[in-house]
């Protein structure tokens, strides 16, 4: 069959282009398919492998066939619930957990279930703003500022709110974020909780990197703790259990938002009817954890902490500004401080310079355009990844987990290495 004219698309899903991520790692592929070296830092997909216990426990259920409840395997919905009272501190009833084919499901179905304005902090993740537009939500950036570590201010949402009190509005904040690796503090937090609560906001808290915050002592902090009447927390298998392709997610909604789960796994029964049932089964061991998930997630964490750093420290010698990243696998370089010298290159914009970085050096990465930023902005997300991760947690643990240095990254991150090493003297030359 041949493609219809874009004329008889619906208006609100002509003209949407693929997703940028999944774009930018076809497009990587096709590249190495096609015999050239690419650095594959475009798609955020966790390097490490599924831990063992996690995988060993898909493979004994892989015979359950059976379709489970719409919102998910009730010893799933404890874990999770368990999960989030044990590492977050935050009382969730197992009847308030919603399981879903990715959170990234979960996100689209909340917003075709909720009636609000959806609120995005810019710098955002690809694709909240999309799925408003296929739903037909009006959708409100809040640009924030480097000075600020693109942090969403309480006044800021106080302002916005103030405008119009009584409107229904639904805020997504994801912290340790992407695309910038940054997060908040447990009194920005409270602030922007208490302004929430005063405006009767929900908060969809996108916390599927919390236990990918690299500092072990200070630890992960969800805003629910501040917020619990209004905050949904969303997690997952995808990030810190490296499952990206089982397609997991999770909701934790609070008892006063139950419509919401109600109409949400209305919706689900209508649409993914329920989620894979040997995952369902799997994801009990992740979310319940043990020591060797523990050690896993420490070791994790290290090894992206350091390397984090150590991309960060390059690409401020290279003339970038940037924060240091506090969690997940992420970086946004801001590369405004180099416009003279990009302009002499005739480069004007982040897409431009994203365009001629992957033709000219090989590394792959997203213009901060697809993250709600302005282009001439020149920010761009980098996804520090490409690493065998399994080889990396062993090195660690084989040397009896000394602290990882540089020779250490150079061994076992070799891609990540040159590919920026190969970025920052290209942004530096001619
Ligand atoms: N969250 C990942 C990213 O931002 C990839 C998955 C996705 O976008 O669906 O790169």
């Known amino acids: 069959m041949t493609e219809g004219p874009a004329v008889n698309l619906n208006i609100r899903v002509r003209g949407l282009r693929q997703s940028a991520t999944i774009a930018i790692n076809d497009r990587s592929n096709a590249l190495i398919a096609a015999g050239r070296s690419v650095y594959k830092l475009g798609l955020g997909q966790s390097p490490f492998p599924v831990p063992r216990e996690v995988v060993d426990a898909l493979r004994d259920n892989a015979e359950r066939k059976d379709y489970l409840p719409v919102a998910g395997l009730p010893e799933l919905r404890a874990a999770v619930a368990d999960f989030h009272r044990r590492v977050d501190h935050v009382d969730v009833a197992a009847e308030n957990v919603l399981v879903g084919p990715g959170s990234k499901e979960l996100m689209f179905l909340l917003q075709l279930a909720y009636y609000g304005d959806l609120l995005v902090p810019a710098p955002c993740w690809v694709s909240y703003a999309p799925q408003a537009r296929i739903i037909g939500r009006p959708v409100t950036f809040i640009p924030t500022r480097y000075e600020e570590r693109w942090r969403l201010k309480p006044e800021r949402l106080e302002e916005i709110c103030a405008d ?16 910038d690796g940054s997060t908040y503090s447990a009194t920005e937090l409270q602030q922007l909780a208490e302004v929430a ?5 929900v908060l969809l808290s996108d916390e599927i990197y919390g236990p990918l915050y690299h500092d072990e002592d200070e630890g992960h902090v969800s805003i629910a703790k501040y917020y619990p009447t209004g905050t949904i927390i969303s997690s997952g298998l995808s990030k810190w259990c490296g499952a990206g392709g089982w397609r997991l997610g999770t909701f934790a909604f609070p008892p006063a938002l139950r419509w919401l789960f109600k109409a949400m796994a209305s919706a689900a029964s209508e649409t993914f009817t329920s989620t894979s049932a040997p995952i369902q089964c799997a994801a009990v061991t992740a979310f319940a954890g043990s020591d060797a998930i523990d050690a896993y997630l420490a070791r994790s964490r290290r090894i992206l902490a350091a390397l984090g750093q150590w991309c960060c420290n390059a690409l401020r010698r290279a003339g970038a500004r940037i924060w240091e990243p506090r969690g997940a696998f992420y970086l946004l370089p801001d590369f405004s401080p180099m416009r003279e010298h990009l302009e002499a290159r005739d480069i004007r914009d982040d897409r431009e310079l994203c365009r001629r970085a992957l033709e000219e050096t090989g590394v792959a990465f997203l213009p901060g355009a697809d993250f709600g930023m302005w282009p001439q902005q020149l920010t761009a997300r980098l996804a520090y990844v490409d690493f065998d991760g399994a080889a990396a947690l062993d090195a660690l643990e084989a040397g009896g987990d000394a602290p990882v240095d540089e020779e250490f990254l150079r061994a076992y991150c070799p891609k990540v290495i040159d590919g920026i090493e190969a970025l920052c003297s290209w942004l530096k030359g001619k």
């Open 164 to 179: 119009d009190p009584g409107r229904p509005r639904l805020l997504i904040l994801n912290y340790p974020g992407n695309p």
């Open 197 to 201: 609560k005063r405006y009767k906001v």
